[in-house]
């Protein structure tokens, strides 16, 4: 039998190993993991989805993407003929944005984050005192946020506030958590329920994830 090939494109600056603890049976998938590219000089994302389709060498994969890789596989499926595309606490169309995105786009407010200060993860963390939560939360970015470049980031953060799709895709499967703080489960429309799962759930509820992503797959 021929392997699925399943490629995997994690969350906002994050590295592959967010998907450490996914596993999928080894006799009917192959696992790919993508990384984040540094874009070029006023890179659009449509033409940095066609860049990064370009590393998908295998005919009819399943995309799966965490948050803004949900966007980006969204993106690349215009450049790609996959069997499956699967988005994990992720949008389908900028209609599904918190009105926090909404007023940041209107106010240009996200041009102020310190996106710098996660260019040294560290001294964020020798700074950070008091409740222990925020340093385990440091600890989790240090581990998994891999891409630091603020060019990068700054670039990231407009390409997601800006994002233009406003019709949704029905072809897209959604999988999000019912605590979803980033993108709370009440603007979003149609998605396979995780109960418990917030943003990060790709981490946290690995054995849901492990236990339904294959059945998610096969499904005709």
Same mark, same amino acid.
């Given at each position: 039998m021929t392997?699925?090939?399943v490629?995997?494109?994690? !969350?906002?600056?994050?590295s592959?190993?967010?998907?450490?603890? =996914?596993q999928?049976?080894?006799?009917?998938?192959?696992?790919h993991l993508?990384?984040?590219?540094?874009?070029l000089?006023r890179?659009?994302?449509?033409?940095?989805?066609?860049? $990064?389709?370009?590393?998908?060498?295998?005919?009819?994969?399943?995309?799966?993407?965490?948050s803004? !890789? !949900?966007?980006?596989?969204?993106e690349?499926?215009?450049?790609?003929?996959?069997k499956?595309?699967? =988005?994990?606490?992720?949008?389908?169309?900028?209609?599904?944005?918190p009105?926090?995105?909404?007023?940041?786009k209107?106010?240009?407010?996200?041009?102020?984050?310190?996106?710098?200060?996660?260019?040294?993860?560290?001294?964020? $963390?020798k700074?950070?005192?008091?409740?222990?939560i925020?340093?385990?939360?440091?600890?989790?970015?240090?581990?998994?946020l891999?891409?630091?470049n603020?060019?990068?980031?700054?670039?990231? =953060?407009?390409?997601?506030?800006?994002?233009?799709?406003k019709?949704i895709?029905?072809? =897209?499967?959604h999988?999000?958590?019912?605590?979803?703080e980033?993108?709370?489960?009440k603007?979003?429309?149609?998605y396979?329920p995780?109960? !418990?799962?917030t943003?990060? $759930?790709?981490?946290?509820?690995?054995?849901?994830?492990?236990?339904n992503?294959?059945?998610?797959?096969?499904?005709?």
């Open positions: 392997k699925i090939h490629y995997f494109m994690p !969350g906002l600056a994050a592959p190993t967010i998907f450490e603890r =996914i999928l049976p080894k006799d009917l998938f192959e696992m993508l990384e984040w590219e540094i874009p000089e890179e659009s994302l449509t033409a940095y989805a066609k860049r $990064m389709a370009q590393k998908v060498t295998h005919e009819n994969p399943v995309l799966i993407g965490v803004f !890789g !949900g966007i980006l596989v969204q690349m499926k215009s450049f790609l003929q996959p499956k595309v699967i =988005i994990i606490s992720s949008v389908k169309s900028n209609a599904e944005f009105r926090r995105f909404k007023i940041a209107t106010t240009k407010a996200y041009k102020l984050i310190p996106t710098q200060l996660f260019e040294n993860i560290e001294s964020l $963390m700074f950070s005192f008091g409740s222990s925020i340093k385990q939360r440091l600890a989790l970015y240090e581990k998994f891999s891409v630091r603020k060019h990068y980031l700054d670039w990231a =953060i407009e390409q997601i506030i800006h994002w233009e799709r019709d895709d029905p072809e =897209i499967i999988i999000h958590g019912d605590a979803d980033v993108f709370p489960p603007y979003i429309k149609e396979i995780v109960k !418990g799962g943003h990060i $759930m790709i981490l946290s509820k690995y054995k849901w994830l492990n236990e992503l294959p059945k998610i797959i096969l499904e005709k």
